[in-house]
């Protein structure tokens, strides 16, 4: 009987333990959610269509996934190796120059803690109030212990027990302290989440859609995605926070919408201020913080080269960007090719439509380019035996500004195409008679009006993952100048994007596995200069031929798919197939120049390719076979499309 009392008591006190743990579990319906928008460099070249006078035109693209996880709370992080806050640091400004990329950067003076958000299945050890989330992503695969001591909820929160937490996949700051304190968690802190009855969540889909937004942020991150230096400073920006917000349709008191960040995004791309922007999602209670986090082009930029080539022979490519010239987004590019042979420039200044303002985007651009032509090549030169040289100089003005979901773009334009010899002396007709421009007098003048619209609906456009861009345009020429040329040019460009998990990759931040496909097509309506036509093949046509060596036709249609997939963590590979056809127009141009030269006029192409992200961008480079069985390497910047 003494023996019994003892007992009875201890089973007692067990049950009410017992019940007391099973009164505090949290609710499943408390479940969190979570977005991220990923980014990056991919742009749409208008010279990955068939190359037109446009080719060495500014890009200017204008410019979702959800994930949740399991109940959770915001702990400061501990284990037996204790955390301690980034060291505080004064300010610093830093100067680099390059003969290749130059910057000025600096940083903020701030203080952080590192901060863990972790999954909990069990309440008991909640005893502190920090609703507050910092610069650290939470790690799905992380279950409360005694090792870690959990944050109180603040008062809005006590009742429902809902969570508090950062989940960030593009800035993980990989301190030592942050990194030791997860290589102590992985098993026994999930054992003893299993032990506790709970089930290991890991990035399980949900919705932010319609939550209520406290307050929207600017982080600025550096290439690698981190918001502190190796020193543990916060990276400084250059461009005024108020500026970006301003830039912004998403605010603070808002409902999330995922097509307004999309909005947003193209906003920011189309500034030409940012070679990244990433957004990421922190949960206050019931409400989310909205993170943008930015990675600024350098504010200004010099590059110097040298070239050997047999039509200039040595050229010095000179190229000089400010993206701060005037007002903060305007900015001002320059690029000169002096050689023995002349000088080449490319001269540009834009004012990209500011939403803040709703001021109106325009650019002017001055242009003087020599080249080999496209179309009358395949060993059919001029009488005197040279080759053709085509000779264009010109400029334009235009206007852009949204129209709806759609952006918008009104130019003004003109073009002087001449053929020359390899003195620049005018040709009139190629060796076998047939004539080199519309007017028969070497030189053809055209005066257009043209308007674009571009339909952005990719999930980023720094760097998209999935979606899709559509651009229709159409120019129309003026009866003015030499060859008096009347006629309509029409294009129409598709991209779309899928994202596909073929190896078991669920997603890579630089170099995502994807599918990609473009589809061309285009048409010119009425004179057709020889030297407007379209020209197939190419690096950014079919890759496997040289520039034109499929085709010069009226009308053209291209397609172009790949296969995209990581191979490390800056470095991804491309499977790819290519073709194009003139449609059976290459007889409809002026002296037939694609028919006299034996051209196919339908041609395709396969190959492999790498992708190597590094600080100057993405580099690229090809290896495509044709159909004919020749083999073309291809070195450039940027994808395919």
């Known amino acids: 009987m003494s023996m019994r009392i003892p007992i009875i008591a201890f089973l007692t006190l067990a049950a009410l333990a017992g019940g007391e743990l099973a009164a505090r579990a949290i609710d499943p319906s408390a479940a969190p959610t979570e977005a991220e928008f990923r980014e990056g460099t991919a742009e749409i070249d208008r010279r990955d269509a068939c190359p037109t006078r446009a080719q060495r035109e500014e890009d200017e693209v204008i410019g979702d996934n959800l994930t949740s996880n399991p109940p959770s709370l915001l702990f400061v992080a501990k284990s037996r190796s204790r955390l301690t806050p980034l060291n505080k640091g004064g300010t610093r400004n830093m100067l680099k120059v390059s003969l290749i990329k130059g910057d000025v950067g600096g940083s903020r003076l701030d203080d952080k803690r590192h901060l863990l958000s972790v999954p909990v299945l069990n309440s008991h050890q909640s005893d502190e109030v920090n609703p507050t989330v910092q610069d650290l992503p939470a790690s799905d695969e992380i279950a409360a212990s005694g090792e870690l001591r959990a944050a109180q909820l603040s008062p809005r929160e006590s009742l429902s027990l809902k969570s508090s937490h950062n989940k960030d996949f593009t800035s993980l700051l990989k301190t030592p302290a942050t990194i030791a304190a ?222 709806g979901d759609w952006r918008g773009t009104l130019g003004l334009n003109y073009t002087n195409i001449s053929t020359r010899d390899r003195n620049l002396n005018i040709a009139r007709r190629d060796e076998l008679g047939n004539p080199l421009t519309f007017s028969g007098s070497g030189v053809d003048e055209l005066y257009t009006v043209s308007f674009g619209a571009m339909l952005d609906r990719r999930d980023n456009p720094f760097d998209p993952t999935r979606g899709s861009i559509l651009s229709l345009s159409t120019e129309q020429s003026i009866p003015l100048g030499r060859g008096n040329i009347v006629s309509n040019r029409l294009l129409a460009n598709y991209i779309q994007y899928v994202p596909v998990t073929l190896l078991g990759i669920s997603e890579s931040e630089a170099l995502p596995e994807m599918l990609a496909f473009n589809l061309q097509a285009g048409t010119v309506i009425g004179d057709l200069p020889p030297t407007e036509a379209f020209r197939l093949g190419g690096r950014n046509s079919v890759r496997g031929y040289d520039s034109g060596d499929i085709g010069s036709g009226r009308s053209y249609f291209l397609a172009s798919g790949e296969y995209r997939f990581p191979v490390g963590r800056d470095v991804g590979g491309v499977i790819f197939v290519d073709f194009a056809s003139d449609l059976g127009t290459g007889d409809s141009v002026l002296g037939k120049p694609a028919v006299v030269r034996d051209k196919p006029g339908t041609g395709a192409g396969v190959g492999v390719g790498v992708r190597v992200r590094s600080r100057f961008g993405l580099i690229r480079l090809d290896v495509g076979v044709s159909d004919s069985g020749d083999l073309k390497f291809i070195l450039g910047t940027k994808q395919r499309f």
């Open 182 to 403: 997860k290589a102590e968690i992985p098993e026994a802190l999930n054992s003893n989440a299993r032990q506790l009855g709970g089930a290991l969540q890991i990035s399980q889909a949900g919705n932010a859609e319609g939550v209520y937004v406290a307050e929207v942020k600017i982080r600025f991150v550096n290439s690698r995605g981190e918001a502190v230096d190796k020193k543990g400073n916060p990276v400084e920006g250059r461009i005024s926070e108020d500026f970006i917000r301003g830039e912004l349709k998403l605010k603070a008191g808002d409902n999330y919408s995922r097509e307004v960040v999309r909005s947003d995004l193209q906003q920011l791309q189309q500034l030409g201020l940012f070679d990244k922007v990433t957004v990421s999602i922190e949960e206050v209670g019931t409400d989310v913080n909205v993170i943008y986090n930015v990675q600024e082009r350098s504010a200004r930029s010099f590059s110097v080269s040298a070239t050997l080539s047999d039509d200039v022979g040595v050229a010095v490519p000179l190229s000089y960007t400010d993206r701060t010239f005037g007002r903060t987004p305007q900015r001002l590019a320059v690029e000169l090719e002096p050689s023995l042979r002349g000088i080449q420039y490319d001269v540009q200044f834009v004012s990209p439509y500011v939403a803040a303002e709703d001021r109106l985007g325009y650019s002017v651009r001055a242009f003087g380019d020599r080249r080999i032509s496209e179309i009358f090549n395949k060993d059919i030169d001029l009488p005197n035996g040279y080759r053709v040289r085509e000779i264009r100089m010109g400029g334009n003005l235009r206007f852009t500004r949204p129209l």
